[in-house]
């Protein structure tokens, strides 16, 4: 599935809605501060000569403002090749999206949050394993933790492409979680989805290691969530 392409007259709608994620993602106590970052993509996906992603435009929230200080307009365009259009420099993680949206054609929003529960299994650096079925909503039988790189390198960027294969939600070592979606509003959903299973996790450890699910177990959730909140006629015909 790819992301569908934006509209010229879509742009101050998105502004708009970028800037309302930034402020539930608050509300949702996934991010505290200047903390976090949103993008949405503005241009449908598109091999390159290669066949690769090629990166594409996107608007993305502004680096170091307080969130309830901004307003849309001070949401940011960036080129493919970083250069920004605004009167406020982009998120200083406007790498890691770009390269995210190059290597995920199903990628319409990207959240990057430090919500305290995935801050907290990140610092620990650890991977999630099967100790819910509601893992697979993010596309395996694990959730993994990327290897630590500096905020806003191109180290992170591949960090977190490589822990993304295969998953639209990740950790980031010593540093938090990134999600990505179909738009704004399933990023955001999928965000508090995933933190709430960071939390659970979290408070299952305190009572010892969990008792995990098997592949086999886990194979079969991820073969039911092929068509978990699809439309009817998108793979079965469940109503759930």
């Known amino acids: 599935m790819k992301a569908a392409a ?24 996934l991010n505290v501060g200047t903390a976090g970052n949103a993008s949405v993509r503005l241009d449908e996906p598109r091999p390159d000569e290669g066949g690769h992603g090629r ?35 982009p998120s200083s993680e406007w790498l890691l999206h770009r390269d995210l949206y190059a290597a995920f054609p199903a990628a319409g929003a990207i959240l990057h949050a430090h919500a305290p529960f995935a801050t907290a299994l990140a610092c620990q650096r650890l991977d999630i394993p099967p100790f819910h079925y509601m893992i697979a909503r993010f596309g395996g039988p694990t959730i993994r933790c990327a290897r630590y790189a500096t905020f806003g390198t191109q180290a992170l960027s591949d960090a977190a492409v490589a822990a993304l ?70 793979g079965t015909d469940s109503d759930h």
């Open 6 to 29: 934006m509209k010229a007259a879509d742009l101050p709608a998105l502004r708009d809605a970028l800037l309302d994620t930034m402020r539930a993602m608050g509300e949702a106590h």
């Open 55 to 89: 990166a594409p435009r996107m608007l993305i929230t502004p680096s170091g403002l307080p969130v309830p200080r901004c307003t849309a307009d001070d949401m940011v365009i960036v080129d493919a090749n970083g250069s920004s259009l605004g009167a406020l420099a």
């Open 165 to 234: 294969h295969e998953r639209n939600a990740c950790l980031l070592a010593n540093h938090g979680m990134v999600v990505f979606g179909r738009d704004l509003s399933h990023a955001l959903a999928l965000a508090i989805e995933f933190e709430t299973l960071c939390e659970q996790y979290w408070r299952t450890l305190q009572l010892g290691n969990p008792v995990l699910l098997s592949a086999a177990e886990m194979a079969e959730v991820i073969e039911r969530f092929r068509w978990y909140g699809k439309p009817r006629g998108a």
